[in-house]
Every structure is written in C-alpha cells, then in structure tokens.
T-cell receptor, first 112, second 118 residues
C-alpha cells in the first residue's frame, strides 16, 4: 500500500530564506506527483504537477523535483515571503486515472 | 471557468439527520473525486467517478455514505444518518486526461464543505 510522508511536519523560517520541503513515497510505480498549497480554512491550490517521465517543474519561485527510483520529491521555494505561509501537501497518483494519495503536509511559517 | 463549486460551504446538523453535499466540477472534466480531510487522518479519497460512473468507492466508510453523479455537471455526497465522527471537511475535485486540453490529470479542488455533526 502506497504511503506518502512529508518531513518536517512544521517549519518556521525568516523572510528571504530559501527552503526545501521533502516528500517521500514507498512505491516508486507512480503516474505523477502533485504539490498543493492549503491556507487555513481554505481549499487546496495546485502548485505544480510532475509527470513520472519528468525530473522537475518550475513555476515562478517554486521548483519541484522528482526522483522516482528513490521515492522522493522536493519542493524548493526561493526567497520566501510571509505570503508563502501555508500548509504544503504532496500527493501521488499510481495510475493514469486514479486518486491522489496525500502526505500529512508541512506547515510553513515565514516570519517578516 | 469558475472552478469546482461546492455547496454548502458550512453545514451544522444534529446526529441522525441526513446531510447532502453538492459539487459542480469544472466544465469538460470527466473525472470527479470526493475526499475527506480530518486532523487525525489527513486527506483521504472516498469515491471517484469517470464519465458519471463510479469507479472506486472503496474509501466510503460505511453504508451510511452514498454518492451519485446524475450528469456531467453535478454530483452529491449523502450521509444518512449522520454521526459526530463524520465531522470533517469534504472536498470535491475534478480532472481530465485529455492531452492538450489540460495538464495530464491534474486535479483541481473546490473550496470544501465544513461539516459539523452535533
């Protein structure tokens, strides 16, 4: 059974710092991996999707990498801002039409 | 497009009452998912549909839960009778596998329905 783990569970950094969020999964036979952001009391906003054939995706200050063989993905946030404060969720899909299997998330706090 | 629409946004009910949650997926999407989020268990899939047909309902916790998708633009999740342990945030998401129209099966989430069962 696929399990997704995110470390750390919480992270607090000063504004301007570059940071890395980690995601690991137990079964490397994934179809793709998706990173989300969730603000308190709100829904999920899709940040980046990496297909299994890709190594990384970039959007603005965000860069997500995928290493299927080792069962790992990282989300790199450059020059963090207080507005980046949120919970970041990693999720994998095992089949082309399957559901997302989520990690528990990393709660990020960026201090001004 | 307005994105995935869910109603109501908040629902407070008493134990034993019937609860119906509603979802309108993004137009043109052929997959619809229902997830539940709790502090203890995080986000978990309840059921998903493809072209209005239920594909996997293994995450539906009990017979008290049922979901329907009568057409491509509407789905309901019903809990009857509701219990306090059903209190959670319920999310609907939709996606499409059609290459070129959207990123391949990227899922888009609605704002969720926060359910409280007293």
């Amino acid at each position: 059974k696929q399990e997704v783990t995110q470390i750390p569970a919480a992270l607090s950094v000063p504004e301007g710092e570059n940071l890395v969020l980690n995601c690991s999964f137990t079964d490397s036979a994934i179809y793709n991996l998706q990173w989300f952001r969730q603000d308190p009391g709100k829904g999920l906003t899709s940040l980046l999707l990496i297909q299994s054939s890709q190594r990384e995706q970039t959007s603005g200050r965000l860069n997500a990498s995928l290493d299927k063989s080792s069962g790992r993905s990282t989300l790199y946030i450059a020059a963090s801002q207080p507005g980046d404060s949120a919970t970041y969720l990693c999720a994998v899909i095992e089949g082309s039409q399957g559901n997302l299997i989520f990690g528990k998330g990393t709660k990020l706090s960026v201090k001004p | 497009d307005a994105g995935v629409i869910q109603s109501p946004r908040h629902e407070v009910t008493e134990m034993g009452q019937e609860v119906t949650l509603r979802c309108k997926p993004i137009s043109g999407h052929d997959y619809l998912f229902w997830y539940r989020q709790t502090m203890m268990r995080g986000l978990e899939l309840l059921i998903y549909f493809n072209n209005n047909v239920p594909i996997d309902d293994s995450g539906m916790p009990e017979d008290r839960f049922s979901a329907k998708m009568p057409n491509a633009s509407f789905s309901t999740l019903k809990i009857q009778p509701s219990e306090p342990r059903d209190s959670a945030v319920y999310f609907c998401a939709s996606s499409s596998l059609r290459a070129g129209a959207y990123p391949n099966n990227e899922q888009f989430f609605g704002p969720g329905t926060r359910l409280t069962v007293l």
